[in-house]
């Protein structure tokens, strides 16, 4: 890997790092403080799924702002708007603010994330590219699992940190020390970051863009049929994925039998963590005995789904907490392997964009299936609602294998030391 390759992914390796602790301060604890502002189950998982219509509805023009005025001023848009909503979510648990307010600073905080989601990814694959990376023999899975990784660390750092932070002092604690980390990473962002391989068209009107973008998401997302049926089964995947990882924390704290057990909500998420970590670290082993990324999507979606419904069918303490960190380490080892899929597909002047679609499509699944699965942990407890997350993921898996059919260029995985298909 010459320099120029080096930087890159140390600015971006550092800022995942920072943009992961910060978030991951309040992952383990989040719906714990949710529930003690008041809300109820179903008012919690409805406030997450404003979360999700926020990123839903955000995701396109955001993608815009990255392809138009560039990935960086994106990222720092992104810092910015996570900053002020954290902040606003403590004052309003503070003052004991209902449901209305948390539904609004919900779509904001998704607004935030939008402005991360695509961009971060998409400066990468450029920069890499300009820096002659791939030419070089270097994979984007491999650069993309030291991200997983990366991301593991940040997590089992900031959800350990957090639940320990909260059980010291209270819930709210935590969201402002997330604000600081975010402050820290406006700061770092501003200073390392660089658009490279990419000239932001600042010409372009962002309303025109936005409609142009639309189609260009459809006729490079949708009408491309590999990435469609990839695309299409994000729904089911990303739409369970967060509240099965956000109903963990009161899940186990009930079967661990003591409500304020909050470091134990923080090491659960640290759990996941670690087995995020583990999973960046298969990846390269995966590249070496699976031929096919579609193979790595069906397996490891077909598992995850497996230990989602184990969740359901044993409500133990050891075993939930098992099966967690086992569907931790499939998630994360499905990821790298599905965003280079879909990278092999995009071309770099939508690269964003469509990457914010694909966001959008996870977004969409999220918004449906979070309010009726936090009503039915409200009606028949949490053992119930994994059992309907497991239903839904399975529903994935039929479009993956409409993707397998399509026999797409990226599918192929290629061995180390060959050149790596991105399009540029």
């Known amino acids: 890997m010459n320099q120029d390759s080096r930087k890159v992914q140390r600015v971006y390796l550092l800022l995942l790092f920072l943009q992961t602790v910060a978030a991951s301060l309040i992952w383990g604890i989040n719906t714990l403080f949710l529930l003690d502002a008041g809300l109820t189950n179903t008012e919690a998982f409805t406030a997450n799924a404003f979360f999700t219509a926020g990123m839903t509805i955000f995701e396109v023009p955001t993608g815009v702002v990255a392809d138009t005025r560039g990935r960086r001023t994106s990222y720092l848009l992104g810092t910015v708007t996570l900053t002020v909503a954290t902040l606003a979510y403590f004052g309003m648990w503070y003052l004991s603010v209902p449901f209305w307010g948390w539904a609004v600073v919900s779509l904001f905080l998704g607004l935030g994330f939008t402005f991360f989601s695509g961009a971060v990814e998409a400066w990468l694959v450029d920069g890499l590219a300009t820096a002659r990376y791939f030419e070089e023999g270097g994979t984007l899975e491999s650069a993309l699992a030291r991200g997983e990784i990366v991301e593991g660390v940040g997590m089992l750092s900031g959800s350990i940190a957090g639940g320990l932070i909260a059980q010291a002092t209270n819930l709210g604690i935590p969201y402002l020390i997330r604000a600081v980390v975010l402050a820290l990473t406006f700061v770092v962002a501003f200073s390392m970051m660089r658009d490279i391989g990419f000239e932001p068209r600042r010409d372009k009107r962002i309303v025109d863009e936005v409609k142009n973008v639309l189609r260009s998401s459809i006729d490079n997302g949708l009408k491309n049929p590999p990435v469609?049926?990839?695309?299409?089964?994000?729904?089911?995947?990303?739409?369970?994925?967060?509240?099965?990882?956000?109903?963990?924390?009161?899940?186990?704290?009930?079967?661990?039998?003591?409500?304020?057990?909050?470091?134990?909500?923080?090491?659960?998420?640290?759990?996941?963590?670690?087995?995020?970590?583990?999973?960046?670290?298969?990846?390269?082993?995966?590249?070496?005995?699976?031929?096919?990324?579609?193979?790595?999507?069906?397996?490891?979606?077909?598992?995850?789904?497996?230990?989602?419904?184990?969740?359901?069918?044993?409500?133990?303490?050891?075993?939930?907490?098992?099966?967690?960190?086992?569907?931790?380490?499939?998630?994360?080892?499905?990821?790298?392997?599905?965003?280079?899929?879909?990278?092999?597909?995009?071309?770099?002047?939508?690269r964003a964009t469509v990457l914010s679609f694909d966001s959008l499509m996870q977004s969409v699944g999220a918004v449906g299936v979070q309010p009726p699965l936090g009503r039915i942990a409200d009606v028949w407890g949490y053992p119930a609602s994994y059992l309907c997350t497991a239903g839904v993921q399975v529903l994935a898996i039929p479009f993956l294998l409409l993707a397998r059919r399509e026999r797409a260029s990226s599918d192929v995985i290629q061995p180390e030391g060959e050149q790596a298909r991105v399009v540029g």
């Open 228 to 350: 469609r049926w990839v695309m299409l089964s994000a729904p089911f995947t990303g739409g369970v994925m967060i509240y099965a990882f956000y109903a963990m924390q009161p899940y186990l704290l009930e079967l661990y039998g003591s409500q304020d057990a909050y470091s134990i909500a923080g090491l659960a998420a640290a759990a996941f963590a670690g087995a995020q970590i583990a999973g960046g670290l298969l990846v390269p082993y995966v590249r070496r005995v699976v031929r096919k990324r579609t193979t790595v999507l069906l397996v490891g979606t077909s598992l995850s789904a497996g230990l989602l419904a184990l969740m359901g069918l044993l409500p133990n303490f050891w075993s939930v907490l098992v099966a967690l960190v086992l569907w931790g380490l499939a998630m994360a080892a499905i990821t790298p392997v599905r965003q280079t899929y879909l990278n092999g597909l995009i071309a770099s002047e939508q």
